[in-house]
């Protein structure tokens, strides 16, 4: 079965930091981008970054951009990291992982639709 899965959410103070995994089961993450979205109460899913195949290019969303790294284990590319640092109040949400293909990245990287295998999130807390 393809799937991805999401860990390492959790409760953290303002300004501490947290590394969400997206470990993949059931295929290879050779040939995808990775992509992280979140979804905040009330709000809209947006993407927040995007990591090419080859992790030779990386995307961020403006309000996570100097605070964030998303990486992969391309070692044996079944991972993808979100280094998540000096966290905000606003960066609570649920994080979803998803893959994307490389294709025209830097175009569609940002839309929700042009992704599949999304896992089932994991609850991030920021707060005091």
């Known amino acids: 079965q393809v799937q991805l899965e999401e860990s390492g959410g959790g409760l953290v103070q303002p300004g501490g930091s947290l590394r969400l995994s997206c470990a993949a089961s059931?295929?290879?993450?050779?040939?995808?981008?990775i992509g992280w979205f979140r979804q905040a109460p009330g709000k809209e899913r947006e993407a927040v970054s995007c990591i090419s195949s080859r992790a030779d290019i990386t995307y961020y969303t403006d309000s996570v951009k100097g605070r964030f790294t998303i990486s992969r284990d391309n070692a044996k590319n079944t991972t993808v990291y979100l280094q998540m640092n000096n966290v905000k109040p606003e960066d609570t949400a649920v994080y979803y992982c998803?893959?994307?293909?490389?294709?025209?990245?830097?175009?569609?990287?940002?839309?929700?639709?042009?992704?599949?295998?999304w896992g089932q999130g994991t609850q991030v807390t920021v707060s005091s």
């Open positions: 059931g295929f290879n993450l050779d040939y995808y981008a």
């Open positions: 998803a893959t994307v293909i490389d294709a025209g990245l830097r175009h569609v990287w940002g839309r929700e639709k042009e992704y599949d295998n």
